[in-house]
């Protein structure tokens, strides 16, 4: 819309039939356009036949009755097809915006239409924190309230899934893999089981390995002592025959009698082969060589090397407390 119709349409009225006035303004107005005139203030009479109300230009010449000095003023009067094309596109417009209006009142039904989401108490709901609490400013009463509220809910909640579990005679959780195929607690408990206890085996075994077959032997009889050891009673004396004949099979390096005492051992070791009967280099294990030894000592002389060091520092000790004594 051109700002000439937008002034037509707001601030020009239609002049009625009976209006003296509006038809002299009609005979003095017959140029295209608006014009607007006005007498010079100095000129200006009351005898004059224009109207009072008429619109007057100050610092104009004074007009005369014949001949009026109009000023033209804005565009000229739209054609017929141009108003055509501004109607037009004023019915579009309008139309746009009662498009609009109906579109708001219908969007604010619809809220008004919406359901309003309140809680028990009939308060619009907050948001609500772990602890049952609501979020943002509020008393200790009514939080120590929410909490309260929260735990006897959750409490009540656990005791109907508790009824329900016994009721159902209290089955177990269905686990399933990936896949879906429903997954056995209890075969794969099993499974797991055995296999600690196969890693605990072959643990066992490794270090049973580690040492020796004597070793293990003295093992295995300390753990049947053991077992026989609380049949017997508390106190051992001198005459125990058990305890004896232990401390006579023991075998003593620097036992003097060694040379001259018979074993009543048939010549076998603790795994039952038999032993080689000649002489030998002591070591620190008191292990005898077996029946096939040859007699040739392929060692590296550790052994010997060990027993000198162990008798030179004995040596020593004694010499030590004997140098003290004669201070």
């Known amino acids: 819309m051109s700002l000439a119709d937008y002034l037509a349409q707001k601030y020009l009225t239609a002049d009625t039939p009976g209006d003296k006035k509006s038809k002299k303004r009609k005979r003095k107005n017959k140029e295209d356009g608006l014009k607007i005139a006005d007498d010079d203030l100095a000129g200006w009479s009351k005898g004059q036949d224009d109207d009072e109300n008429d619109p007057r230009l100050v610092g104009m010449p004074k007009t005369s009755k014949s001949k009026t000095t109009w000023t033209t003023f804005g565009v000229a009067a739209p054609s017929t097809s141009t108003q055509l094309v501004a109607d037009a596109e004023k019915a579009a417009a309008d139309a746009i915006l009662a498009q609009a209006a109906t579109d708001r009142a219908r969007a604010a039904e619809d809220e008004d239409a919406a359901p309003e989401v309140i809680d028990t108490e009939g308060v619009l709901s907050q948001p609500k924190m772990d602890s049952g609490a609501n979020a943002g400013l509020q008393t200790a009463a009514q939080v120590a309230a929410a909490v309260a509220k929260k735990r006897e809910a959750d409490l009540k909640n656990a005791a109907e899934v508790a009824a329900e579990a016994a009721k159902n005679g209290g089955s177990e959780t269905i686990y399933r893999d ?150």
């Open 178 to 327: 990936a896949s879906g195929r429903i997954i056995n607690i209890a075969m794969k408990r099993a499974e797991a089981r055995k296999k600690v206890e196969e890693e605990e085996r072959k643990a066992a075994e490794k270090e049973r390995l580690a040492r020796g077959e004597v070793q293990n032997k003295l093992l295995e009889k300390r753990k049947e002592d053991l077992k026989e050891a609380k049949y017997l009673s508390v106190a051992r004396y001198a005459s125990d025959e058990a305890l004896n004949s232990e401390l006579k099979e023991q075998d003593r390096w620097n036992d003097p009698a060694m040379g001259f005492l018979v074993k009543k051992k048939a010549g076998r070791s603790v795994t039952g082969k038999p032993l080689y009967k000649g002489g030998f280099t002591p070591n620190r294990y008191g292990i005898r060589p077996g029946f096939r030894w040859d007699g040739v000592d392929r060692g590296n002389g550790f052994e010997a090397l060990w027993f000198k060091a162990r008798n030179r520092k004995k040596d020593r000790e004694t010499m030590e407390y004997a140098w003290q004594m004669d201070e």
